[in-house]
Each structure stands twice: as structure tokens, then as C-alpha cells.
């Protein structure tokens, strides 16, 4: 297919923008909704990657990422969220233009730091090296800058989702095995993670991480 | 030069003018519908402006010429502005005497003479309007430039024209920086032009207003045309976006002929009604920022232009 590779810049391109999105957004609940788009695109590259290079392993990842990362992930947030009446994440540690500055300076390291490596490998979608780079980046930002535990689990997902499209841009994805094995630990994550935040809750009347400093003994 | 050019520059023109109006009034009647009210009629704004201009001018006792003539300058300009985009045909005899970079100053000229007017009368909300609409334009004039950057990048060129001339040569050519450089461009599109999440372009609270609180001292003909003029700004911005981003349909230089023109016509149409109808949703669905909010929403799509070139160098399609 002669469209391939542009189409699959241009899914690069949006995963790009959503990472970029999710920095400059407060509420909580869009970043849930911007990380399940975030999941769709994942799905829609890796359908593409595993149809052009013939890899049928390929479909097995993309589809546990649709019932994973579309489907089963933000559920889960959402209900959380709901629950937990955290809706609101108004407090960034910087504020949001700085962050997004931030995040411009990070994305050139990323490309910066992707070129030489992508010299090196030999599939159709080594550009993309550098965007996933900077998604993965561009995620940990989001956990540094943010003070919610809500916000920087999403920030960890988030990471997650940058680390496969790296691993389907770079390698054609990981073994199956490994694959497997990480969806099933962001799911186990994500389980304890909620019932952290519930302690978290339960401790300090909030979900401020800030408050997990008073923990320490002197 | 051929008398057919000429015939189109006019004809071009004309079509904006006229059509500038009814665009606003879909964009309404759209927003309307999407909020459960009844809507105006298409042509509510034709109405108004014929009652503006049956109307007679009252005038503040202060006023000076320039207050008086900004009305004229303004709807020169936006005429002016919409002879230059090709939104119809490229092989503009007047497109060729300005590049997109002018075209940005053309704009600033008008919104220049604007605030100036504003400001004329001397009461204090003319005052606070035009402050805050030269707040929001020397962060949109950048903002709108590095998208033009995205676009200059791709064919080495800073005409409109020859953009679009590039798009119909190469149709196949897809650059993930078009992404970036398209949603900065609604972000700007909305701001320049007093739209929702910026602006309330429906307001009757002075105290919220930007673009209609320099309008405050302006009556019947004056009053409609600086109306006029910003609904053909509205919609020469969104003609360069068409040219930007979605330019199939306009008629280049080597075709010729009534069919071609009609495609080219056909094409507008549906481009205009599909984007009125995205412009409400969008703005149905954002809640106005605060003030203080937007030179962030603006610093947004300055990065997001920026970050389509970045992206350009690294993936961008290469050129046949």
C-alpha cells in the first residue's frame, strides 16, 4: 500500500498532539477520555504496522490494546474517579503554559536523541522512534508536574502507551509473552493503584500527594 | 492579461462579499439549533443590515475623521483581504501583488484603525476593548504566522496561490505536520474573531465584551459596515483555512472554463456549510475563558504550530 507510512505519520502525529493535550487539560475526567483516544490511535497504528509487514502477532496486541486501553482502562478510571469525587485537578506544580514550554524543549531532545538511533533500525516505521520518545517524555512530565494521584497514574498510563508504540515502531512489537505480561500488570496496577487512592483518601481527606510528606520521620 | 482573470478576480470579490453575511447567519442558525432554541432566519443578517443602513448617524460630539472613516477602512481592507486568498480561483491578478506575510499586515492594519476608533470617543469601555483586542492580537499574529511557516515549509512558497497550485499537484502528498498546524489554526480562527471561547460575540455584558465593546459608539451605516467587515473577516479566515488544509475543488491556473468554475463554486459551498456547522459545535460545546486564560489558550497554538514544524523536519513527506 503506497499510503501506509503517511497514514501512519499522521496517527504518529496525533498521538503527538493527544500527549500535548493531556498536558494543558485540568480536568480529570478528559484526561481519562483523552487517554482512551490515545489508545484508539495505538490501535489503528499497530492494526496498520501488522498489516504491512504481514505479522499476524501484531493483531493479537493491537486488539488486547482496544480491550485494555480503549475499553476496560478508562471504565475503570471513570468509576474511579466518580467515586472518588475527583474530578478536578486545578493545581499543577507549574503552571500550564510553562509545562507546555517544557514539554516543547523535551520533544526536540526526543527527536534529537531518536535520529541516530532510528539510522540503526530497519522497519518501515523508524521515524517514529522519536515521537514515541517524546510521548513517553512528554507523559512523565505530566506525572512530575502534577500534584493529583489521580492525574499521575494517568500520566503512568499514559507512559505505557509511548513504550509500545516505541516497541511496534522500532522492533515490529514485542514477544508476545512480554506483551501479555505487561497488560496484565497495568491492569493489576491500576486494581492496587485504586485502592491506594482510597487509602490515600482515607489518611489525608485527600488525594494531594503533597500531604505523603508528613510521612517522614526526622 | 486575460479578460477571464479579471472576470474571476471581480467575480472572487463579489462572491465574498455577498456570501460573507450568510455565513455568519448559518454559523448562528446553527448555534441555535444545537442549543434547543428557535432559530433565526439565513438571512437575519441581511436584515440587519439593511435596517442599519436606512437608519441615520449619531455621532459623539468628540468624534474626530478617523473615528468616521475606520468604517470605510475596515471594509476596504477585509475586501481587500478576500481578493488576495484564492478561494474560488488561484490565477488572481491581485493575489500576486501580496504573499501571505502581507496579508497578516493587512489584518493587523484593520485592527490597528479599530482599536484607534475605539479609542477615539474616549469612554472608558471603547478603551478597555481595544486594549484587550490588541492583547489578543499580538499573540494571535504570531500564533498565525508559524502556521503559515507549516504550510511555506512544505512547497517553498509564501503565496496562497501557489499553496494551493502545490496541494493539486502533488494530491497524494500527506505531511503529519498539517495536524498540528490545522488545529493551532481553528484555535486562532476562533480568538481573531471574537469567537466563543475568547470572545462572546453575542453579549450584552460590557464588562465581558472584547470585539463588541469597541463597536459601543458606532450606528446605523457605520455601525453596519464594521458588522460587514468582520463577517467577511470571519470569512476570509475561514477561506484560508480552506486554501491551508482542504483546497480541493479550487480552480488552479491551468484549468479553464465555466465548469471548472462551478466545481470550484460547489466546493465553497460545501466547505462553508460543513465548516459553520464544526465552528458552532465547537463553540457550543467551550465555555468562554477568562481573560487572563487566553494568552495561554493563544501560547497553545503558537506551540502546536511550532511543534508541526518540529514535526516536519523529522517525518515530514518528502516532495516529489
Redesign the interface.
Given at each position: 500500500m503506497p499510503y501506509t507510512v503517511p497514514i501512519l505519520n499522521l496517527l504518529a502525529a496525533c498521538l503527538l498532539l493527544i500527549s500535548f493535550a493531556m498536558l494543558s487539560r485540568r480536568r480529570t475526567q478528559r484526561l481519562v477520555n483523552l487517554f482512551a483516544w490515545q489508545g484508539a490511535i495505538l490501535f489503528l497504528s499497530t492494526c496498520l504496522v501488522a498489516h504491512s509487514s504481514g505479522l499476524h502477532e501484531l493483531y493479537y496486541s493491537a486488539a488486547l490494546t482496544l480491550l485494555l486501553k480503549v475499553i476496560a482502562l478508562p471504565l475503570i478510571l471513570h468509576r474511579l474517579i466518580n467515586r472518588l469525587g475527583a474530578q478536578w485537578d486545578s493545581e499543577t506544580v507549574v503552571n500550564i503554559p510553562l509545562t507546555m514550554l517544557a514539554g516543547l524543549v523535551l520533544v526536540i531532545f526526543a527527536f534529537g536523541l531518536a535520529q541516530p538511533i532510528s539510522m540503526m533500525a530497519t522497519t518501515i516505521t523508524r521515524n517514529m522512534l522519536g515521537i514515541a520518545l517524546a510521548v513517553i517524555l512528554l507523559s512523565f512530565l505530566m506525572m512530575i508536574t502534577r500534584r493529583k494521584a489521580v492525574t499521575q497514574v494517568i500520566g503512568f498510563l499514559a507512559m505505557e502507551n509511548g513504550l509500545f508504540f516505541a516497541a511496534t515502531s522500532a522492533t515490529y512489537g514485542m514477544p508476545m509473552v512480554v506483551e501479555l505480561g505487561i497488560a496484565l500488570d497495568v491492569l493489576v496496577g491500576v486494581f492496587i493503584l485504586g485502592l491506594f487512592f482510597f487509602q490515600i483518601r482515607e489518611q489525608f481527606e485527600s488525594l494531594d500527594l503533597r500531604n505523603m510528606e508528613n510521612l517522614k520521620e526526622d | 492579461m486575460k479578460s477571464i482573470t479579471v472576470f474571476r478576480q471581480f467575480g472572487e470579490m463579489l462572491v465574498a462579499i455577498a456570501i460573507a453575511p450568510l455565513f455568519a447567519g448559518w454559523i448562528a442558525q446553527c448555534r441555535a439549533w444545537m442549543q434547543n432554541r428557535s432559530a433565526p432566519p439565513l438571512i437575519q443578517p441581511y436584515r440587519m443590515l439593511r435596517k442599519l443602513f436606512d437608519k441615520d448617524v449619531a455621532l459623539a460630539e468628540t468624534a474626530s475623521p478617523l473615528f468616521r472613516i475606520t468604517p470605510y477602512i475596515l471594509f476596504g481592507t477585509m475586501v481587500l483581504a478576500a481578493a488576495i486568498i484564492p478561494s474560488l480561483a488561484t490565477d488572481l491578478p491581485f493575489a500576486r501583488a501580496a504573499d501571505a506575510i502581507a496579508l497578516i499586515g493587512l489584518f493587523a492594519t484593520a485592527r490597528v484603525f479599530l482599536s484607534l476608533a475605539a479609542m477615539d470617543i474616549g469612554t472608558a469601555f471603547g478603551t478597555m476593548g481595544a486594549r484587550r483586542e490588541m492583547m489578543i492580537g499580538f499573540l494571535a499574529e504570531p500564533a498565525l504566522l508559524m502556521i503559515l511557516f507549516n504550510a511555506f515549509l512544505l512547497f517553498g512558497s509564501t503565496a496562497l496561490p501557489s499553496l494551493v497550485d502545490g496541494y493539486r499537484a502533488h494530491p497524494?502528498l500527506?505531511?503529519?505536520?498539517i495536524?498540528?498546524a490545522a488545529?493551532a489554526f481553528v484555535m486562532v480562527l476562533l480568538a481573531e474573531n471574537a469567537r466563543l471561547p475568547i470572545d462572546n460575540p453575542t453579549t450584552h455584558l460590557e464588562l465581558t465584551m472584547i470585539h463588541e465593546a469597541m463597536l459601543l459608539e458606532y450606528s446605523a451605516r457605520h455601525l453596519a459596515l464594521v458588522e460587514w467587515a468582520s463577517n467577511l473577516k470571519l470569512f476570509n479566515y475561514a477561506c484560508i483555512g480552506f486554501a491551508l488544509f482542504i483546497p480541493w475543488g479550487i480552480a488552479t491556473h491551468s484549468a479553464d472554463g465555466v465548469v471548472a468554475m462551478l466545481i470550484s463554486d460547489a466546493a465553497l459551498a460545501i466547505k462553508l456549510i460543513v465548516a459553520g456547522a464544526a465552528l458552532a459545535l465547537i463553540e457550543s460545546l467551550s465555555a468562554k475563558v477568562r481573560i487572563f486564560r487566553a494568552?495561554?489558550y493563544l501560547?497553545?497554538s503558537f506551540?502546536?504550530a511550532?511543534?508541526g514544524l518540529?514535526?516536519h523536519?523529522?517525518?515530514g513527506?518528502k516532495q516529489a
Open positions: - | 497524494s500527506m505531511d503529519p505536520s495536524i498540528f488545529v494568552p495561554e501560547a497553545m506551540l502546536l511550532v511543534l518540529l514535526v523536519l523529522l517525518l513527506a
